[in-house]
């Protein structure tokens, strides 16, 4: 069970990252993407807290944030690259 | 903020950066390390406690009851048995006592007595002081590098201290690039490796701050504090609320157990209580349990456990060892239940990571690694802008000497720490020994690497070339492993020794990233400018995203 907390904090995590970089550049509305990334951050933590408990999830989350963030930028030019000229 | 302010922000940041930038790296790729040095380094260097099963909790009391006959009974006043596996390579059996010295002073006198962590069969007696029985304790590898991040080797008070002010530094380097960096959410996606190369370390840099940045924080501030608490935090406290006396404030946060002796003798049971404490709390390791009052009616059997769902370094259980009752459960500094002691509690799991299971670590592990590469692009920032941009004032051989000197002393640690690994398969001598010939392969090969460096003209290539040592250092491990210790990788899996397996598999990745390191970084400076082009085209000063 806690494999299964702990995986859908992660993904969750991400979300939040990605739907902060659409609140980045969103034209229309971009306080709903805001909104979203908050949200899955907030989700994520709480995922975190059935298996940990609150306080340890509070600083999980925020270690895997930190993960995630580096993980989407960096590997961002090197999907670009891969999956070729046209996305 | 007014950009001349924020300038001198700039200044403040890459000053520390400089002058901290190598000891910081070393520091933090160490601490990295460090995050799995205990338990499962400490396993994988002591191959009896590889794939231990839950101890024998009625043989042990066997063995404490036949030691207890053997010894003079002011020893039994406390028994301590510290199980092996998390912290200690064989199980061992304490009888401790007080005696006063003639110049006034308490000294804790030790009978200990060690035994097979497998086969329970008895090694060693010891009988002498408890501080001579700390020295004669044998060093790992894992224990050689944890006390390297906590002190670098440089001992008590100045180690501590050097560290110390390394978790300031690094806790004020957060503080002053989140000022200077004045485009702080609007580049949190910025990332353009292809541009130029001082683009590729800036953005580098800046995403490896931004995102980590509550880490870095949390790392640089609960450093400081592990690292100056003993030094200077203490002997303050101490001045301030007990005249100086920094035994009573100690006592007053971490009080010793007192049991409430009888005189009636009664026959506890601590095997069944211990037996049935680990099959309710599966979650938590057993590290040692200390009996007071041995034989007595109110003898109480503190139990120290690791793991469990609170923010701490380790939770004792008391319980009443004739009854079984459990008296209370407190964690290290909670026995006061006020909010100075939640806050030291938190200070060393949330440091080394070691509140959440191996989730935890690797998040942390990783985490530090990108804490070591902030501070190595910072570096490489400060080179690349005073070798080939507007502010420098050495020749641009000087930046290049710096540049070879970061490069050797950087990758010069990442090689030692490997090198560890060689010294703890091959290295077979007494205990007393082994801190010398670690030494010997660490500060050896990390010495070996700064020569290579400083000697070689290209720091690119050296950097390619070490990061090939790095992966066939890496991946030699598990190879020796099998070779020394009979414990292949597929062969530890099949035996559940998935400690062993865990440390091998995290080696050959590790080799494998640094064969790919290897294969992908270049071998020369991409796009070589001169200064004098530089400056022609480049602004002198930009405060701006740009600025780390």
Known sequence: ?87 | MRRDTTKKFYIVHSWLGVVTGILLFIVAYTGAFSVFGRPELNVWSNPEVRGLNSPDFAAIEDLVRQHAQSVDSEYLHHVRVTFAGARSPTLQIIFEKEVELPSGRQEHRVVAFEHHPKTLAQQGRFEGSLSEWFQQWPTDMADFMVTFHGDLHLGSPWGLVLTGVLGLTLFCSAVTGVIIHRKFFKELFSFRPTRSLRLLFTDTHKVLGVWGLLFHAVIGFTGAFLGLVLVLLVPAAAFVSFSGDQEKLVETFVPEVEPTLTGTAAKSRPARILTDFSENNPELVLIETDIHGWGDQGEVMAVTTLGGDQLSASRTFEFNAASGELLRDYTAFGRQESATGVVLDAMYPLHFGNFGGLLVKIVWSVLGVGTAMLAVTGMMIWVERRAYGPEGRLSVNAYHRISRFTVGSCMGVVVASLALFYGQLLVNVPPQKQFYWFSVFFFGSWLLVIAWALIRSNSYRTIKELFAACALLSVGVPLLNAVVTGDALPLAMMQGKWITAGVDMTLLFFGGLCAWLARRLPSARPQPRSRSTVEATTRPYEPAGDTV
Do not use: D, Q
């Open chain 1, 1 to 87: 069970m806690t494999v299964l907390w702990v995986g859908l904090a992660v993904v969750l995590n991400l979300a939040c990252v990605v739907l902060w970089r659409r609140y980045r550049e969103a034209s229309s509305a971009p306080a709903l993407w805001a909104i979203g990334a908050w949200v899955a951050l907030l989700l994520s933590g709480l995922c975190l807290s059935f298996p940990y408990g609150e306080t340890r999830a509070f600083f999980i989350t925020l270690g895997l944030l930190g993960l995630s963030g580096w993980l989407y930028v960096f590997a961002r030019p090197w999907l670009k690259l891969v999956a070729g000229p046209h996305t």
